[in-house]
């Protein structure tokens, strides 16, 4: 079953740390994406990537790095967290061969920072 | 306007019935078009994809596609209380990239037994 696995699914840090967020995908997927998800904001994108050691700014970049070193791999880092980052982060991965199909979804991870 | 725009319910209907959940979308290059199903708590998966104008039907659900009008509509036939989820339209705009989708905000369904 082909997946996209986030590392931790619950975290809580204070504030100033800095936060890593790792996303594995076993589809050889080109393309992934971290998102955050709040109430009543629906989902925003923070950055992508299409290809390793590439990157872009989605919607919402502020306060956020990315890392992509690996194919499979997509790291989201907050550089110092603070506690209006705290939501839900969704990571998802695609195919470019397959683009019209649609993303697939990690199972997300939800940051509190206090 | 949103890009992306759908009803945030809930919409409520009796189990047995017809749930219709409706999406307009604001860029006409769009291409392709995407509903998803979050559970509450749980991280979206992709239920249905069209791209050519007019229905596609998968099992108790149909996408139906209308370019001119900018709309796209899922309809869930027979609907189950395991239904009960929020859906989320998401749409590949032309100005946003071929592999970037924008995401409506949901719409809420309730199922009632």
């Known amino acids: 079953d082909v997946k996209v696995t986030q590392s931790s699914r619950y975290l809580v840090k204070r504030t100033g740390e800095k936060v890593f967020l790792e996303c594995v995908q076993d589809?050889?997927?080109?393309?992934m994406f971290w998102y955050r998800q709040d109430p009543g904001l629906g989902l925003r994108l923070i950055y992508f990537?299409?290809?390793?050691?590439?990157?872009e700014k989605g919607d919402i970049p502020e306060g956020y790095s990315v890392s992509r070193e690996k194919k499979e791999r997509f790291s989201l880092i907050l550089e110092s967290a603070s506690t209006n980052q705290t939501s839900m982060y969704l990571c998802?991965?695609?195919?470019?061969?397959?683009?019209?199909?649609?993303?697939?979804f990690g199972s997300g991870t939800r940051l509190t920072v206090v | 306007q949103k890009e992306v725009e759908q009803n945030s319910g809930p919409l409520s209907v009796p189990e047995g019935a017809i749930a219709s959940l409706n999406c307009t979308y604001s860029?006409?290059?769009?291409?392709?078009f995407f509903w998803y199903r979050q559970y509450s708590g749980k991280s979206p998966e992709l239920i249905m994809f069209i791209y050519s104008n007019g229905d596609k039907e998968d099992g108790r659900f149909t996408a139906q596609l209308n370019k001119a009008s900018q709309y796209v509509s899922l309809l869930i036939r027979d609907s189950q209380p395991s239904d009960s989820a929020t859906y989320l339209c998401?749409?590949?705009?032309?100005?946003?990239?071929?592999?970037?989708?924008?995401f409506g905000t949901g719409t809420r369904l309730k199922v009632l037994a």
């Open positions: 990537s299409y290809d390793v050691k590439m990157k």
């Open positions: 860029d006409r290059g769009s291409q392709s």
């Open positions: 589809m050889d997927h080109e393309n």
């Open positions: 998802a991965s695609s195919s470019s061969d397959r683009a019209g199909y649609g993303y697939t």
């Open positions: 998401a749409v590949n705009s032309a100005t946003s990239g071929t592999y970037k989708y924008i």
